[in-house]
């Protein structure tokens, strides 16, 4: 039988596709220089060279069937070093190999710990605005989403409904920082303070509540900001990364799961993490592309385009009247809808001047809209004109 | 908390990995020449030309965006077309691209179909000997699966027994053919006896049963014979299809989902498809792979040295006196454990003289052995000698 939930998520059509397709029809209508289409989080940025020519010269020099044949399961030894390594320097310690599970990226990341640390009928706290699969994910486990709200217009989480959500029994906790949608980073007073709560709520409940750490914007970073290392200011976290941002290949799938030693029973932790892989149909990480990262681990993004967009959005559309909160990371601004309009009404407005935004309702917060400044600096460029109008429509 | 059943999974070594990490430590104890490893189902054939040029000259004239960005889930239209085409010839009719909906990989492809076409408490025939991954995959699923044995050496189904099962309310019956780990190909008149069993259970009950065709060794066959176009015998039919083998590269994770227009409500099974694939964190099949897919859909793998090690041991191991299946296609040879010695005994005797098989409990019959003749035909000639002396400790 058709099994229903798969058939319902199967016909939902996420609300940034149906946007990108709008975008794609008004571009052959009106031609592409003249719709700003911030709709999709695509990286804009080329691959780096690095990366592309150690794939080239693995192609040419390496035997096909080592190159393409099977990994472990959790990874070729090889690359898990490499990403090791890197988490090393973050944490100030070593971390071994034996920490790295190799993953298919972010969304199998996520979807594989939360059938490993997640049963049925539990409940996962996310922050808002969140990523929507991670409801998607945490449903296939079993589990039930508790939505903690922002505290302000910095994005930081509501600190007591944080604590309800902890006190109301959660197996685990889902943060998400650089943010995808809001560019905000959960500062360290913060993580101390949700860390202070899980230690306390663990302790008084006498079991584990893992946090999860989804970093994949980690190395999208401006100014002076640093990234925590999390699993330093509460032990007990998981980190999911993926390589899809950094190093500009979204489509090759390509990500890790990271158990440090400090997390609780980090070694059964890794054997459910690998027995959800093995469940739901994951083999190894694409074996090219892993070789590729036992030498390209430490390749850093060039952000100097995505650092731009931001200055030039965010001065620009401060300096009209909009109230945006300052991105920090990743490559997105949250633009709060003016005059009281919901998030929807202000998309639809802004379509008007053929401006493309995503609202805010599909993240789990109300009245705002995400813009996706990985697009050309001609576009941010080009696009302020249209949201002067825009502004002036709102009498800003 | 740690789920259960994935912190099992996880633990549970499987049988084979089991016997490779044996080979692996036998063959630094004695040297590689000197272990006859028949353990595990990688191509050795090399990844063919065009594909791995085909791979250079995208990496070298592609912009790095496009080959590197998401696609849509489903896939590529490019190689959604390409591989529809190759369906299409042996369907004899048009399949359209919007048929397939590309994977990473064959495991990947069985765990959405699943995921897809059973609920929680529903059955799953599979045919032994059978892929034991398939139970994890069903039991993900929520779903108890239903074991059809052989009727006899020619690996065919039980069919009395196939139809009890049937009886008793399936909602998928598995089928793998030309077989993993035997070899042998479920031939047209099996499948048409299966069909009417299937196709009066579906009018009896009143709903959909559907047959799931895993196939990734459908181009690995020998001598004049042909793997018959499942969905033209029965039209409820989902094949599922990879490029591990016939590309020969396993670690990359290449594969799709193909659902015809002949099965019923074929629109709601494919949603359900693109949903249980959102669920399980797939986003899209590997891209890089996707675009070689484009230009090499009809690249057919060289079986020569598969189809040499393929007589070189079926010939030699007959004449010695062992029971094998002849196979027809794949890489395997099923090969019956002597005197009503178990599997185990006979795996464990064969590892005397340095020979290594996979017992056949782990593919769900007793008093088999696995030899996977995907080696060197060196190899092959080389092990005669052990298995000469296997024989004469059997007394053959």
Do not use: W
């Amino acid at each position: 039988m058709i099994a229903k939930k798969m058939l319902a998520l199967g016909k939902s059509d996420s609300a940034i596709r149906a946007i990108a397709a709008y975008g794609d029809a008004r571009r052959s209508e009106i031609g592409s220089e003249n719709v700003f289409d911030f709709s999709i989080g695509n990286p804009n940025v080329p691959t780096p060279e690095k990366v592309k020519n150690t794939l080239i010269e693995l192609l040419q020099n390496e035997e096909s069937l080592a190159l393409h044949g099977y990994t472990a399961a959790p990874g070729a030894m090889a690359a898990r070093k490499a990403a090791a390594e890197q988490e090393s320097k973050r944490a100030g310690y070593d971390i071994p190999a034996e920490s790295i599970y190799l993953t298919s990226g972010a969304s199998s990341s996520l979807s594989i710990v939360l059938s490993a640390l997640v049963s049925e009928g539990e409940k996962v706290a996310v922050l808002a605005p969140f990523f929507p699969e991670y409801k998607v994910f945490a449903e296939n486990a079993g589990a039930e989403i508790l939505i903690v709200p922002p505290a302000g217009d910095d994005m930081q989480p509501f600190m007591a409904a944080f604590e309800n959500a902890v006190e109301q029994g959660v197996a685990a906790v889902i943060i998400n920082s650089p943010n995808n949608p809001s560019g905000a980073i959960l500062s360290e007073q913060t993580l101390r303070v949700m860390s202070k709560i899980l230690q306390a709520a663990q302790e008084e409940k006498g079991k584990s509540i893992y946090l999860i750490a989804d970093e994949p914007y980690r190395e999208l970073v401006y100014g002076d900001v640093t990234v925590p290392f999390v699993p330093n200011i509460y032990p007990n976290t998981i980190v999911c990364y993926s390589y899809s941002k950094s190093l500009s290949l979204p489509g090759e799938r390509l990500g890790y799961i990271m158990v440090p030693p400090c997390v609780k029973d980090s070694a059964e932790v890794f054997a459910a993490v690998c027995g959800a892989g093995r469940a739901l149909g994951y083999v190894c990480a694409p074996s090219l592309m892993q070789h590729m990262l036992a030498q390209c681990a430490d390749v850093r993004p060039d952000i100097t385009s995505y650092a731009k967009n931001r200055d030039t959005l965010y001065d620009a559309l401060s300096g009209m009247g909009f109230d945006c909160v300052k991105p920090d990371g990743a490559f997105y601004l949250f633009v709060k809808a003016p005059k009281g309009d919901s998030a929807g009404e202000f998309c639809e407005k802004a379509k008007k001047f053929e401006i493309l935004l995503v609202p805010s309702d599909s993240f789990g917060v109300a009245g705002y809209a995400r813009l996706a400044y990985c697009v050309s600096e001609k576009t941010a460029e080009n696009s302020l004109p249209a949201f002067r109008k825009l502004a002036e429509e709102y009498g800003l």
